[in-house]
């Protein structure tokens, strides 16, 4: 299912411009821009791409930090922020014209990390 989507983004030079489309919107964002204040954008991208190339099967190893671990030097990351990156993933992938079929394919596997990622007081 992952691969599909992939497939559909056609190359690692266009999902890295789409990811760096999300992060630009996510660092320029009033809800969530403060979280990359102090942090190299291109590497964060980058860092997200080898992710997601990992996820989409394109690659067999990841040796990058798991979403799990990534985020615990961060101020707390709340659940209206986690939603607030899910609309602007939605938007982007939309803005690239993906399917909607692929479009939920990927907001459902990001959702999936919600009780991990957020913080639990
Ligand atoms: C509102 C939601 C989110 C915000 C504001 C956010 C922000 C950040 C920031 C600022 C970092 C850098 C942390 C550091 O270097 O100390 C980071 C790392 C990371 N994030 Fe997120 N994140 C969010 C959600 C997610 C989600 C849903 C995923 C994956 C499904 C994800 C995957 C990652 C990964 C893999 C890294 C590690 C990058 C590395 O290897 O250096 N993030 N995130």
Redesign the pocket.
């Known amino acids: 299912m992952m691969k599909s989507v992939f497939a559909e983004i056609g190359s690692k030079e266009r999902l890295r411009a789409l990811l760096a489309g999300l992060y630009h919107k996510?660092q320029a964002d009033p809800m969530?821009g403060f979280?990359?204040m102090h942090?190299d954008l291109d590497k964060?991208i980058d860092?997200?791409c080898h992710?997601y190339l990992f996820i989409f099967g394109q690659i067999t190893t990841f040796d990058?930090?798991?979403?799990i671990h990534?985020?615990k030097?961060?101020p707390p990351?709340l659940e209206g922020?986690?939603n607030?990156?899910l609309v602007l993933l939605q938007e982007t992938l939309r803005e690239w014209g993906l399917s909607h079929a692929n479009q939920a394919i990927w907001v459902a596997?990001?959702s999936s990390?919600r009780d991990a990622?957020v913080h639990h007081a």
Not at 64 to 67: E, F, I, K, S
Request: net charge positive; glycine share 4%; charged share 15%.
């Open positions: 996510m969530i979280f990359f942090q964060l860092a997200q992710f990058g930090t798991p979403p990534a985020h030097k961060l990351l922020h986690f607030r990156r596997f990001e990390f990622i």
